[in-house]
């Protein structure tokens, strides 16, 4: 029996009687038919041309994330970025690309775990969402890479602005806050490290190096044109202000060490202190999976009542026990005011930075340290020693009520998730160089994060009413 369909080849059996669908026995013989030709089959012709009419706006769907990320752009104040533009009215040059567009590139490409600046570049030419924020505006790799080192004092001014903004609205309480930091890896080997020796030594190659670059004029037609001869004097020169940095970051790192040793009492060896040739400022230090390679340590705080990230910092330190001053320091210079409460973990309970928060009027909300073994030993954790501070005794004191102890469980569920997110969107390891250039990785992170939560608390803000 043939159905009555525009698909002629479909071919549907007699119905069975019923019954036999589950019988056992012998198969009853179907009579073969002549086949009546080869198979009709709907092949793709992608050579065949054909006009379509749509433009993106009626493509992308109007719900996407990535037109409320535009709005948010539009909505930041750009005033810092249009200054730094030379294309004016009455001056030659080309138009220079919107910093709105770029700023919206990164955020969005950053909430999507995109980043790199050449898979940001295709995706602007293959995807739809990307194609839509470009509108027809060129952009490339290079521009894209740019703006993100460029732009860092204004993204972290773009961080303030926005928690300010969401604090003016009610939606957040700067009331308790939760700190925590993690590891990432540095765009820089484990065999990048050098001794003193060794960097003078390829400093000097790289002195040469430009030396000889620059006393080369005249080539060949064969050799180098005078492009690639201006990118081959442009990365020896850059390779030896890196060397020089990474001189002076090992002085750095040795005073450092030698202000460890007249403190604590730890030792070192001035010769084995090496730094690192590809990026000066990275440090070795222990990554999540137990192992030691280059990285940079990003600090994050964040509101426990609404999860809204305040505060932003990347240190080359592999321990976290001096970053709480600092973020303390960084949360009341952005927003005037300090949290009551600050939840971190065992690391940054460094005494020196209790007495510090407590100067502030800061209840700090930490473990203590070796706190089960002592009780384990019948021994108090909570009773006050000697030599401790005020805002010590306190500390002590405060942990050893059931409410701190409640209060304490939140530092996980905030810190460690925006962590997490943060990682989900491929903060794993970083493709910059230099301190600041992280930092600005950070901060987009940082500012992805809050505007996925700013929607969250508008949309439960309207439910209310």
């Known amino acids: 029996m043939r159905m009555n369909t525009t698909d002629e080849s479909m071919i549907v059996p007699e119905a069975a009687p019923a019954g036999m669908l589950f019988d056992l026995g012998e198969p009853t013989p179907v009579e073969e038919k002549p086949s009546a030709g080869p198979a009709r089959l709907r092949r793709p012709e992608r050579a065949q041309g054909e006009m379509r009419i749509a433009s993106l706006d009626e493509l992308l769907p109007s ?52 980043g790199s600046a050449r898979t ?35 993204l972290d001014q773009l961080l303030t602005d926005s928690v300010a903004t969401l604090l003016h609205e009610g939606l957040v309480e700067l009331k308790r806050v939760a700190q925590d930091g993690m590891r990432v890896r540095a765009s820089a080997g484990a065999s990048s490290f050098r001794r003193e020796k060794s960097l003078k030594a390829c400093l000097e190659e790289a002195d040469a190096q430009v030396q000889a670059l620059k006393n080369q004029i005249d080539e060949d037609a064969q050799a180098a044109t005078r492009r ?16 020089r940095q990474a001189l002076a970051e090992r002085e750095k790192l040795l005073a450092t060490r030698e202000q460890q040793k007249k403190e604590k009492g730890v030792k070192f060896e001035a010769e084995a202190l090496r730094a690192s040739t590809t990026d000066p400022e990275a440090r070795k230090m222990k990554m999540p999976d137990g192992g030691t390679r280059p990285g940079y340590n990003v600090q994050f705080a964040t509101t426990t009542d609404s999860g809204i990230v305040v505060g932003v910092e990347v240190t080359n330190v592999g321990n976290d026990s001096g970053e709480m001053p600092p973020m303390l320091e960084q949360i009341e210079q952005r927003y005037q005011k300090l949290p009551e409460q600050m939840l971190v973990d065992g690391g940054y309970t460094a005494l020196d930075a209790i007495e510090d928060a407590h100067a502030k009027q800061v ?24 030599k401790d501070g005020p805002g010590v005794v306190d500390w002590r004191e405060r942990m050893g009520t059931p409410e701190a102890q409640t209060l304490y469980k939140l530092r996980a569920q905030t810190a ?41 608390l508008r949309q439960a803000s309207e439910a209310k009413k």
């Open 63 to 114: 719900d996407h994330l990535v037109r409320v990320v535009w709005d948010f752009a539009c909505g930041c104040d750009i005033t810092p970025l249009l200054q730094q533009i030379k294309a004016v009215p009455g001056q030659p040059g080309r138009d220079a690309t919107d910093p709105r567009l770029l700023l919206t590139l990164w955020l969005f490409a950053t909430i999507d775990g995109v």
């Open 120 to 154: 940001l570049d295709g995706l602007c030419r293959e995807h739809l969402a990307y194609q839509w924020l470009c509108g027809g505006v060129s952009v490339n790799y290079h521009t894209l890479a740019d703006f993100r080192s460029r732009q860092t004092a204004f």
């Open 363 to 386: 209840e700090v909300l930490g473990p203590i340290k070796n706190e089960a073994n002592k009780k384990a030993k019948g021994e108090n954790p909570y009773q006050p020693r000697k």
């Open 228 to 243: 690639q001869q201006a990118a081959r004097e442009r990365a020896a020169r850059e390779r030896q202000e890196r060397l």
């Open 416 to 456: 460690e998730w925006v962590n997490a997110g943060a990682r989900n969107r491929g903060m794993y390891q970083v493709n910059v160089r230099g301190r600041q250039k992280v930092l600005a990785i950070a901060l987009l992170q940082g500012l992805a994060h809050n505007l996925q939560r700013a929607i969250k």
